[in-house]
């Protein structure tokens, strides 16, 4: 069994949030750091949250939880399929939770270092924080719609980046957020 697949089989055991050091000892990946370097590289199927309590040592820090997203052949599905973006956007609200961090993605340059912060969610929008300028932003549905509408040629590169930049000034947080969700 690789460590990926270890942490895997211990957080489906153990659908909680633990931190690095706990997974660390409680599966036997060692150093503490491989744990860090590996959850941090799949994101998408290790969510990271910011001040939640671990739920072995109770020490409120960072914490790691298996993705909702993780293995959800139903929205796969439904996404191959039909692309309804009601759909997507219910499992986006119902999945992402305040405090969860999401590192920055493009299409060019995959996912980097940098990361913003989820702070609430209702049903007309997401509110995140940006750590880096410490700017709170509200991001309405209606802009994630519109972005999705053009995901697909995103992805194939028939449209750049800057492109969907300049129809949209909150971009850079929602493509960041579909990536998670749309595994294309
Ligand atoms: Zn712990």
Same mark, same amino acid.
């Given at each position: 069994?690789?460590?990926?697949?270890?942490?895997?089989?211990?957080?489906?055991?153990?659908?909680?949030?633990?931190?690095?050091?706990?997974?660390?000892?409680?599966?036997?990946?060692?150093?503490?750091?491989?744990?860090?370097?590996?959850?941090?590289? *799949?994101?998408?199927?290790? &969510?990271?949250?910011? +001040?939640?309590?671990?739920?072995?040592?109770? #020490?409120? /820090?960072?914490? %790691? $939880?298996?993705?909702?997203?993780?293995?959800?052949?139903?929205?796969?599905?439904?996404?191959?399929?039909?692309?309804?973006?009601?759909?997507?956007?219910?499992?986006?609200?119902?999945?992402?939770?305040?405090?969860?961090?999401?590192?920055?993605?493009?299409?060019?340059?995959?996912?980097?270092?940098? *990361?913003?912060?989820?702070? &609430?969610?209702?049903? +007309?929008?997401?509110?995140?924080?940006?750590? #880096?300028? /410490?700017?709170? %932003? $509200?991001?309405?549905?209606?802009?994630?719609?519109?972005?999705?509408?053009?995901?697909?040629?995103?992805?194939?590169?028939?449209?750049?980046?800057?492109?969907?930049?300049?129809?949209?000034?909150?971009?850079?947080?929602?493509?960041?957020?579909?990536?998670?969700?749309?595994?294309?």
């Amino acid at each position: 069994m690789t460590n990926k697949e270890l942490i895997i089989s211990f957080l489906k055991k153990h659908n909680y949030n633990f931190c690095d050091d706990c997974l660390s000892s409680l599966t036997g990946i060692s150093p503490r750091q491989s744990i860090n370097q590996l959850c941090n590289k *799949e994101l998408y199927v290790f &969510s990271k949250h910011a +001040n939640i309590k671990c739920h072995n040592c109770n #020490k409120i /820090k960072i914490t %790691r $939880s298996l993705a909702n997203t993780f293995e959800n052949t139903k929205i796969k599905n439904c996404l191959k399929n039909e692309r309804k973006f009601d759909f997507l956007w219910n499992e986006i609200t119902s999945t992402l939770k305040p405090s969860q961090q999401i590192p920055n993605w493009t299409k060019h340059s995959g996912f980097l270092e940098s *990361e913003f912060e989820i702070c &609430s969610i209702t049903n +007309n929008a997401i509110e995140v924080f940006t750590i #880096k300028d /410490k700017h709170h %932003r $509200s991001i309405p549905k209606t802009d994630f719609e519109n972005i999705f509408s053009k995901w697909d040629k995103y992805i194939s590169g028939e449209i750049k980046r800057n492109e969907l930049r300049d129809e949209n000034k909150n971009t850079t947080y929602i493509i960041s957020i579909l990536k998670i969700f749309c595994k294309t």
